[in-house]
């Protein structure tokens, strides 16, 4: 069984301070990690995702993560964020052995205050 | 490219009703997985086709149910519709559907049951 606890439901941020967005995850087979986003009556979009390799991934509007295996965490960041960056941000695990399925966490609201 | 596209975007039913969803996936997709995002429950697996297959299938009644026709455009249907159903759907399609590919959202269907 696969699971995703992202750490904070709501983080507020002022506009160009830096943000991250914390994301664990279990599972007993080995797992892709992405980090997806919604704006307000939207579906979700790719921002970025972990297949193999570096662990350090870059994603699209300046994002990044970084994948450590040991603490079974993938979190989100931007080094400066702008107020269209005010969204929901959803982590979320697949694997091959459920391929088809992802699993999302609860979901993180990002709000940036000018 | 055309996106994955849901239809309708919005429906209001009756309780007790029953009401079909379509998605028409990205070209040459041929998994469509569906999800029910709720305030309360976040994004939750409903189930994916592959090739007119259900591959997988998450943790609803049997009052949900879906099929996906030879052009990979999927149906999902509610029957006797509750109000906890008022959710908003969305469905998302990949290519070629393992564990390590991109899941493309629609803009989901919002239901309302009143």
């Known amino acids: 069984a696969q699971s995703v606890t992202q750490l904070d439901s709501q983080v507020p941020v002022f506009e160009e301070a830096p943000v991250e967005l914390r994301c664990n995850y279990s599972?007993?087979?080995?797992?892709?990690l992405f980090w997806y986003v919604q704006y307000p009556n939207q579906g979700l979009q790719l921002l970025l995702k972990?297949?193999?390799?570096?662990?350090l991934v870059k994603g699209i509007n300046g994002f990044e993560a970084e994948f450590n295996k040991s603490q079974t965490s993938f979190h989100l960041r931007k080094p400066s964020v702008h107020i269209s960056d005010t969204a929901e941000y959803f982590c979320a695990v697949s694997s091959n052995t459920n391929a088809g399925k992802s699993t999302f966490g609860d979901g993180t609201t990002l709000t940036v205050k000018p | 490219k055309a996106g994955v596209t849901q239809t309708p975007r919005y429906l209001i039913k009756t309780r007790g009703q029953q009401v079909t969803l379509s998605c028409s996936p990205i070209s040459g997709h041929r998994s469509v997985s569906w999800y029910q995002q709720t305030p309360g429950q976040g994004l939750q697996f409903l189930f994916e086709y592959f090739s007119e297959t259900q591959r997988n299938k998450g943790n609803f009644p049997g009052r949900f149910s879906g099929r996906q026709f030879s052009n990979s455009r999927s149906e999902m249907n509610v029957s006797t519709l509750e109000l906890g159903d008022s959710a908003l759907y969305l469905c998302?399609?990949?290519?070629?559907?393992?564990?390590?590919?991109?899941?493309?959202f629609g803009q989901g269907t919002r239901l309302t049951v009143v």
């Open positions: 972990y297949l193999s390799g570096s662990t």
């Open positions: 998302a399609s990949s290519y070629p559907g393992t564990g390590d590919t991109e899941a493309f």
């Open positions: 599972s007993s087979v080995s797992v892709y």
